[in-house]
């Protein structure tokens, strides 16, 4: 028995598969031949500089930014589709991203923002909640320790407090990942601790965690690949330890660098 349920999981495609895919806009390419394969529930970080295409990554993978056509093939395929639909897109992976948070800078409470994951809506609008749907938001805002945030607008809480509930949203129709894309840009490091805190706590319940990022402190000690980005395309990709190094990261930021490690965390020096 375990072996069938292990020959089904290899089965399963990859959440995210890339081969040759190449984005321009306007005159620039800023994803250049990228190949990438990304599965379902894995914890991941995807490192590097401003500018290195990462968010257009992201962008590509929700159908914001569609390849052009190249003379080599390309795959670009969300869990074995060709063709995915973005509320289909939901159901296996939640993203938040800063985009997203301007977009709810509002006088919405942070209890209806987490609700509103149900309806993929900004807000309810008079949309009604289920009993199933008011305990699954009161679980999540447990789990990401902002309970007592629920009933106060998104306008009146911090960056960071207001990041949570985004979060709290993404995870409602419960997907098997969640992407992060740059998530603490802006947050002093109280509010830092409380987000990292809480994103290791989503990691430690299963979900995969996919993280967007040029820092390396935002690496949680549960990311075990590192998928590094410079100048659009690929530049590394490796278990965590063999890409976090001097020589490494040197290059990818292309500054000498010291890298240390203390209790699974990460720190960039000497720059």
């Not at 639909?85 to 209806?112: A, K, M, P």
């Not at 007592?148 to 985004?166: I, K, T, V, Y």
């Not at 299963?206 to 530049?235: A, C």
């Not at 965390?265 to 720059?271: H, P, R, S, V």
Request: aromatic share 8%; glycine share 10%.
């Amino acid at each position: 028995m375990e072996g069938d349920t292990a020959r089904g999981m290899a089965q399963e495609p990859p959440l995210v598969e890339f081969e040759n895919v190449t984005v321009v806009r306007g005159t620039t390419r800023v994803l250049d031949s990228v190949t990438l394969s990304l599965c379902e529930g894995e914890n991941v970080a995807i490192l590097g500089p401003n500018g290195a295409g990462k968010s257009s990554l992201v962008k590509a993978i929700t159908r914001e930014y569609y390849p052009v056509i190249a003379e080599e093939p390309v795959t670009f395929r969300f869990h074995g589709e060709d063709i995915w639909d973005v509320f289909d897109l939901r159901s296996f992976i939640g993203i938040v991203s800063n985009d997203l948070q301007y977009t709810f800078t509002r006088t919405i409470t942070g209890h209806e923002i987490i609700l509103s994951g149900f309806f993929s809506s900004i807000g309810l609008f008079n949309r009604e909640t289920t009993p199933d749907m008011e305990g699954k938001a009161k679980a999540i805002e447990r789990l990401l320790g902002i309970e007592r945030l629920a009933d106060r607008p998104m306008n009146s809480l911090s960056s960071g407090e207001a990041r949570r509930f985004l979060i709290g949203r993404a995870l409602v129709p419960g997907p098997a990942t969640l992407l992060l894309d740059e998530p603490t840009s802006s947050l002093d490091l109280s509010a830092l601790h409380t987000f990292r805190q809480a994103v290791r706590a989503i990691a430690q319940s299963g979900t995969g965690i996919v993280l967007v990022t040029h820092n390396l402190h935002d690496i949680i000690p549960e990311i075990t690949r590192i998928v590094m980005m410079k100048d659009g395309r690929i530049f590394g990709d490796g278990e965590k330890t063999a890409m976090l190094t001097d020589e490494k990261i040197g290059l990818l930021f292309s500054v000498p660098v010291h890298v240390r490690e203390e209790n699974g965390w990460y720190y960039a020096t000497g720059y």
